[in-house]
C-alpha cells in the first residue's frame, strides 16, 4: 500500500485551497544530486576524503609495501564513502519533502523534512529575481524581498541563497529547467504587478468611489 506523508494537504504543496481567482502555474522540486553538491558541499567532502587517502597511503609507502599502504588508505575511503552517503541522504529527503509552487499571484514553498512550513510569497513582496543556472540546466531562482518582509536564514536553509544573511533571499534551490521556470515566473510576477488594484472607501458627503 502506498503511503503519502503529506496526504493531508488540500493542494499538494499548498495548506488550503487557492482562491477561485488563483491557479497553479508550475510545481516542482530540488534535484537531489545538485543539493547535495551545491548545499551540502558533497564535492568538498569528497575532496577532502580523498586528500587525507593520498596522504594516509603516501606516509605508510614509505615504511611498508605498496600494496599494505594501499589497505591503511582503506579506513578514510570508507569514512569518504559513509559521509557522502549521509549526505546524499539528507539532500534526498530535504528534496522529497519539498515542493515549489508558482501561481498566478505568488510563490508558495513547503519546505522542511522534520518540520514542515509554507512559506507564501506574494509577487508584490517581490523586488528582484537572480538566476544562477547551471550548463546542466539546472539553476537557483532567488528572490529578494522588500518592504518590511523578513525570513529567517537558518529556518528555511537550504532554500535560501548561499550567504545571504542580513536580507535573507528565499530561493528554489537546484531545480531543473531553470530557466524555463524562470520565464514563467517572470511573466507571471508582471502580470500581476501591472494589474490595477481597486478599493471601495465610504462616499462622504456626494464623493464618488475612489479607485487606486
Known amino acids: 500500500m502506498s503511503h503519502d506523508d503529506f ?8 495548506p488550503e485551497q487557492l482562491p477561485k481567482d488563483e ?27 580523498a586528500l587525507l587517502t593520498f596522504w594516509r597511503v603516501g606516509v605508510s609507502s614509505a615504511d611498508f609495501p605498496f600494496g599494505i599502504a594501499l589497505m591503511h588508505g582503506l579506513p578514510f575511503v570508507v569514512s569518504g564513502l559513509i559521509a557522502c552517503g549521509i549526505l546524499y541522504g539528507i539532500a534526498y529527503v ?10 498566478n499571484k505568488r510563490v508558495a514553498m513547503r519546505i522542511g523534512a522534520a518540520l514542515t512550513m509554507t512559506l507564501n510569497l506574494p ?18 531562482l532567488a528572490f529578494e524581498l522588500i518592504g518590511e518582509a523578513r525570513i529567517s536564514y537558518l529556518m528555511t536553509w537550504p532554500h535560501v541563497r548561499p550567504w545571504r544573511m542580513a536580507r535573507t533571499q528565499p ?20 502580470t500581476r504587478i501591472s494589474q490595477p488594484q481597486v478599493s471601495r472607501v465610504a462616499a462622504h458627503d456626494g ?3 475612489a479607485a487606486e
Open 207 to 209: 464623493d464618488a468611489v
Open 171 to 190: 530561493a528554489l534551490r537546484c531545480i531543473p529547467d531553470a530557466e524555463k521556470v524562470a520565464r514563467i515566473f517572470a511573466d507571471a510576477a508582471e
Open 23 to 49: 491557479h497553479i502555474l508550475w510545481q516542482g522540486a530540488p534535484d537531489p544530486r545538485r543539493l547535495a553538491r551545491e548545499a551540502l558541499g558533497l564535492r568538498w567532502v569528497a575532496g577532502y576524503f
Open 123 to 140: 509577487y508584490v513582496c517581490i523586488g528582484t529575481a537572480k538566476l544562477d543556472l547551471k550548463p546542466s540546466g539546472t539553476g537557483t
Open 7 to 14: 496526504n493531508f494537504e488540500p493542494v499538494r504543496g499548498l
Open 94 to 103: 530535504q528534496a522529497r519533502s519539498t515542493v515549489y509552487t508558482l501561481t
